[in-house]
């Protein structure tokens, strides 16, 4: 919940030109209340005379301090208002001051405090003979309108500083929301060049740490793994083209980019591991309807991460792929492949330790679960997805 705007956020600084016609129009004002009274008090009243100058002159010295104590500056404006003319004119300026806070107990009560001054003020005044009761009206509503105008004055600066507010509010939010979407587009752009290429790169390091490892190879299949390297180097690159063109590509598009791979795209993913010299038995009993786009995407990366997985922590053994799923029950994807102990292996390959948090991201996002786990030496990875209508 927004806290209340407090009249000191709203009140602008006030330069030596705002206050400079303030105070001018101020003495103004006394000028024209005092000039009618004054000759009558240096003749018959000396010392009203002095007071009325000292008091006037003193409210003119606390008009500095109106706005870090307004009702105390326009109290004793409005007392000294009852007896000296020449505080006319600071009293109006002190009341319009008050008023701009909008703050209705302050003003209700100084108002009325003034109010009685004034009339108290037409009532003693020896100038005024059969006027007495036009110049009170008068008087009050000079202080009533002076009142509405610092009504209207804060107001308006209320209602400025709140647009002020909302602006820098909304430019803030909307930079949040530039940076925000950044992190997902770099977020996004790295997960997609961790699925693109890792799968390719593992394959391509793989044979070649086999060629550096296993010195007794015979001539043909030198020739297979320097192939398998050669093949899946072409494709790393080509795939590698495709996403840094995702990052040049400044043209705003609701399609996902490519690569995109789909559900069709599984079986080639399949083979190419077996052509890499991995063991995969592949089963997919999805035959009648096939999954959606999105899932079919999620799908095939969870797989691609499955195979290269095995490929670095289980390197000849057998990868199992299993596929379930209809419209009613949602699709599983099932991944499985032995732990490798006993036997000598390459040296490992470097691990990101991203690939199952990005898939775990990718299912969520999907609106499906992703869990794994080591079961009778085996690890499992299951992929549970929802089959949209």
Not at 13 to 38: D, F, I
Not at 194 to 200: E, K, S, T
Not at 370 to 378: D, N, P, T
Request: overall charge neutral.
């Amino acid at each position: 919940m927004d806290s209340p705007v407090t009249p000191a956020a709203y009140q602008p600084p006030l330069r030596w030109w705002n206050s400079g016609w303030r105070y001018a129009l101020a003495a103004m004002t006394s000028g024209v209340a005092w000039l009618s009274l004054a000759p009558w008090q240096w003749r018959n009243s000396p010392l009203w005379a002095v007071a009325d100058l000292v008091a006037g002159l003193a409210c003119f010295a606390l008009l500095p301090l109106r706005r870090r104590y307004p009702v105390t500056v326009a109290l004793i404006c409005s007392f000294a208002v009852a007896f000296s003319a020449l505080a006319a004119g600071p009293h109006l300026l002190a009341m319009a001051s008050l008023a701009t806070r909008r703050r209705w107990p302050e003003i209700v009560s100084v108002s009325a405090v003034a109010v009685v001054s004034v009339i108290v003020f037409t009532l003693v005044d020896p100038s005024l003979t059969e006027d007495r009761g036009f110049v009170s009206v008068l008087s009050v509503l000079v202080v009533v309108v002076v009142v509405a105008i610092g009504l209207y004055v804060g107001s308006r600066r209320e209602l400025l500083y709140t647009l002020r507010e909302r602006a820098r509010t909304a430019e803030e939010q909307q930079a949040e929301r530039v940076a925000q979407a950044r992190v997902a587009e770099r977020t996004r752009l790295a997960r997609e060049m961790h699925d693109v290429l890792a799968h390719r790169i593992s394959l391509v390091a793989m044979h070649a740490g086999a060629l550096a490892y296993r010195e007794d190879l015979p001539p043909e299949q030198v020739r297979e793994a320097s192939g398998v390297i050669r093949d899946n180097a072409h494709l790393a690159l080509t795939e590698l083209r495709e996403v840094l063109g995702i990052l040049r590509d400044d043209t705003p598009s609701e399609a996902p980019e490519p690569p995109q791979p789909s559900w069709d795209d599984l079986p080639d993913l399949i083979d190419g591991a077996r052509s890499a010299g991995m063991r995969v038995l592949f089963d997919d009993e999805i035959t009648a309807q096939r999954p959606p786009e999105r899932a079919g995407r999620t799908a095939y990366r969870v797989v691609q991460e499955a195979l290269t997985n095995a490929h670095k922590h289980a390197p000849g053994t057998t990868v199992r792929i299993a596929l379930n799923g209809s419209p009613d029950d949602g699709v599983v994807v099932e991944a499985r492949n032995p732990l490798r102990v006993g036997t000598p292996r390459p040296p490992a390959l470097p691990e990101s330790g991203l690939g199952l948090a990005g898939m775990s991201e990718r299912a969520q996002l999907a609106g499906g679960r992703l869990s794994y786990r080591i079961v009778e030496h085996e690890f499992v990875l299951v992929l549970a997805l929802p089959w949209p209508t």
